[in-house]
């Protein structure tokens, strides 16, 4: 398998959605590439950071805000009737 | 290497217990569905826009829309892949109205041959994020997926950080199943490639460079 090839996969592999064979294929790149075992490793870590991040959390006080508008709006359409809603 | 499974569990049918009945003018049902979901509308909607107001009119949209077409939620795909899928959109109103010189599309083409190997590949530290306080880390890793473009940038945010299925990604942005999964490994290298400037083995943390490489390369436009 080549590089390239193995590239072609990475997110297949990260995933866990390929067959055995192919799995076996890659590992086998993996143990003899660095390259592709480092792009791997931090490929995988780059997802992880992102997704422990806490980019962009909504702060309570806003949620509220927001919820409380959402609800009276759908209240004040539920009262216009339902061909309004 | 273990592998990386998305996040998102589903009581689903309580879920549609919910559905039904503000289907039939349940507020507070409905309520719930808000409560449920709001954080992860605003954060799609943030990651999207790239600014805050725009995505908190996106919150209260996307959710009143939703409200207004409930009738039209047959069921057959998740409540939330539904929810997501009037989000996104109402978030691509508000960027193109924002930026109405730049062509921003899902659906642009991408290629995925310039995807060649890296020719020199430096590994990370072994706990890279810690090398940065969170301030840091957060303007680091804001930066870098903002300057990936809008349609990157969307699948990645629904796959990898809100965890939804490929299928329903594709399903939420309208695409294929191979279009998806085509942007998805663009954006995850990208990503690891920009990231690597900072996090990479022997690095010393130096936060005046990250403030000075601000901006460099964001943009929507097609690559």
Known sequence: ?85 | MSTIQPKLGEPLTEELTLVQAAKEGDVEAFEELVRRYDRNVFRIAQHITQNREDAEDVVQDAFLKAYGNLKQFQGQSKFYTWLVRIAVNEALMKLRRRRPERMISLDEEVKTEEDSVPREVADWSPNPEQQYNQAELREILTKTIQGLPASFRTVFVLRDVEGLSTEETAEALDLSVPAVKSRLLRARLQLRERLSRYFQRGRAPNGKEIADENNQDSGDGNQ
């Not at chain 1, 390239?4 to 143990?31: K, M, P, S």
């Not at chain 1, 959402?70 to 339902?82: Q, T």
């Open chain 1, 1 to 85: 398998m080549k590089c390239a090839e193995f590239l072609q996969e990475l997110t297949n592999y990260l995933d866990g959605v390929i067959d055995d064979r192919t799995r076996a294929e890659l590992e086998d790149h993996l143990a003899w590439c660095h390259n592709c075992y480092v792009v791997c490793d931090t490929t995988k870590k780059t997802i992880e950071i992102y997704r422990d991040s806490k980019l962009y959390e909504l702060p309570e006080d806003l949620r509220g805000r927001l919820r409380s508008a959402i609800v009276s709006k759908c209240h004040a359409r539920k009262k216009a009737g339902p061909e309004h809603a």
